[in-house]
């Protein structure tokens, strides 16, 4: 719980963290934030959680994009990784069929997958490895990041997960 706990342990912090998820859920998913909070709070937020967690929450934010962004994302990944040689297996590993990133259950488990074998690189891959002065790739890679935070933190606050996040915030 170390970081979280840091993260949460003044009402201020818990009003940010409330804010940031406001702010995600009432307008596009890819607007109200900076890349640079984005990167922060995926980046506090998604090594807090156990891997059914974060696949919730990536389900519900590959839900808050449109099928075309959710492909935009999903191919956009699976090329980062062939084009840096990251040892695992495809990100599609269904044949190919960009269309399989529309749907959201199957993109979150493949997001889920890439997080539980290699925690950090999404972020790495979408922009945040510093290369890029923290910029991420495209509108679809920030608002996949933004959204899987925004839902694990609304997901704590709400007391539906059981990760650290939620019994620090009362869950």
Not at 13 to 42: I, K
């Amino acid at each position: 719980m170390g970081l979280l706990d840091s993260l949460l342990s003044s009402p201020q912090q818990q009003h940010d963290l409330q804010n940031y998820v406001q702010r995600y859920q009432q307008g596009p998913p890819h607007e109200g934030y900076s890349d640079q909070e984005v990167l922060q709070r995926y980046q506090q937020v998604a090594p807090q959680l156990p891997p059914q967690e974060y696949k919730s929450a990536a389900e519900q934010a590959f839900n808050n994009m449109s099928p075309q962004d959710r492909t935009q994302f999903g191919q956009y990944v699976e090329q980062q990784l062939r084009s840096q040689a990251t040892p695992m297996q495809s990100f599609n590993p269904a044949g190919g069929n960009p269309q399989m990133y529309q749907d959201a259950g199957y993109l979150a488990q493949q997001a889920t997958q890439l997080h539980q074998q290699q925690p950090g690189l999404l972020g790495q891959l979408l922009g945040g490895g510093g290369g890029a002065g923290g910029l991420l790739a495209s509108p679809a890679a920030k608002a996949a990041l933004a959204g899987i935070a925004a839902m694990a933190i609304s997901n704590a606050m709400d007391g539906r997960g059981a990760s650290p996040l939620g019994s620090i915030l009362g869950g």
